[in-house]
Nanobody
Framework: QLQLVERGGGSVQPGGSLRLSCSSS????????IGWFREAPGPDRQGLGC????????HYENDVKSRVTISRDNAKNTVYLQIDGLKFEDTGRYYC??????????????????????WGPGTMVTVSS
């Protein structure tokens, strides 16, 4: 069972930046593509982007691609989400999840298909002046 934990949320002024982290103390993340999501007004969480198991060619969703950077450090068993130019509407809870089955081969594309049971509890981001 994949157990992910997000950290790094907090309160920030508009225009500021945050770097969120996604890690696990019980699972080796380097076998998984990892995606970042945030809560949205509807029933589904909004996808932000994903990164493949070895870190090549992150994919970003169009709504945020100019302000978001996803990276990973497999030596630290951690995946990161950097958000720049924060806006009021970025306020919300941010989540990571596995978007692939465990796989060891290098591949160059991840897909925003979160696997059930791999969601972390999320970390809250509040943008306020």
């Amino acid at each position: 069972q994949l157990q992910l934990v997000e950290r790094g949320g907090g309160s920030v002024q508009p225009g500021g930046s945050l770097r969120l982290s996604c890690s696990s103390s019980v699972t080796t993340l380097e076998y998984y593509d990892i995606g970042w999501f945030r809560e949205a007004p509807g029933p589904d969480r909004q996808g932000l982007g994903c990164i493949t198991n070895k870190g090549g060619s992150p994919h970003y969703e169009n709504d945020v691609k100019s302000r978001v950077t996803i990276s990973r450090d497999n030596a630290k068993n951690t995946v990161y989400l950097q958000i720049d130019g924060l806006k009021f509407e970025d306020t919300g809870r941010y989540y990571c999840a596995a978007v692939s089955e465990p796989v060891s081969i290098v591949h160059d594309r991840c897909f925003m298909a979160p696997r059930d049971g791999t969601w972390g509890p999320g970390t809250m981001v509040t943008v306020s002046s």
